[in-house]
């Protein structure tokens, strides 16, 4: 059996072997790496707001006012003002009773989907999801369906046939706007 020493060998013969190579820069529309400007298509800040002058002033501002983390979990004692206010702003912008704000991405999927389905459900996903909806997906128990890339006459199939075959079972459909990973 080849030991993790022999493996990364492997990958770095074949010239797979990954390494974090960080920016000179912030991460922005272009970025500099090595000294060479580029333009960014990697990253999650689709509007280009985590370099703005008033966000940056803003996140400093909530940091001498009220800390810099929170410093438990959000149920113990960890909600803060801001996090009461963001939440009323987004429920009120989508005419919903409640929101509830998690950190990234991966923890609103690992913390919402298994809430919403489980073991006797089924969740149908389009196979370019981000990878950490297929992590909460299995997380969650239910039976997981993959529909090829927007193919919404599949899905409608999938559909029908999971509701025959599960009448009773919750069905959560699962796809995205920006599908960061194609």
């Not at 703005?52 to 810099?68: Q, S």
């Not at 004692?77 to 963001?86: V, Y």
């Not at 913390?111 to 489980?118: L, M, Q, R, Y």
Request: hydrophobic share 45%.
């Amino acid at each position: 059996m080849p030991t993790p020493s022999d493996q990364l060998a492997v990958l770095r013969a074949d010239g797979l072997l990954r390494q974090l190579a960080p920016l000179e820069s912030p991460a922005g529309p272009r970025v500099t790496r090595n000294g060479r400007e580029f333009w960014n298509f990697s990253s999650n800040d689709y509007l280009g707001m985590a370099c703005h002058p008033e966000v940056a002033d803003a996140l400093a501002e909530g940091a001498r006012r009220f800390g810099a983390g929170s410093a438990a979990s959000r149920l113990v004692c960890g909600t803060l003002p801001p996090h009461a206010r963001l939440e009323e702003a987004i429920a009120a912008a989508k005419q919903s009773a409640a929101a509830l704000a998690f950190s990234s991405g991966f923890a609103t999927a690992m913390g919402s989907i298994p809430a919403i389905v489980g073991k006797d459900d089924h969740i149908l996903l389009d196979k370019l999801c981000h990878a950490c909806l297929v992590d909460a997906s299995r997380l969650s128990g239910a039976t997981m369906r993959v529909f090829p890339h927007n193919d919404t006459g599949k899905l409608e199939r999938l559909l029908a046939s999971t509701r025959a075959k599960a009448p009773h079972a919750r069905i959560l459909i699962l796809t995205e706007s920006v599908f960061s990973l194609d």
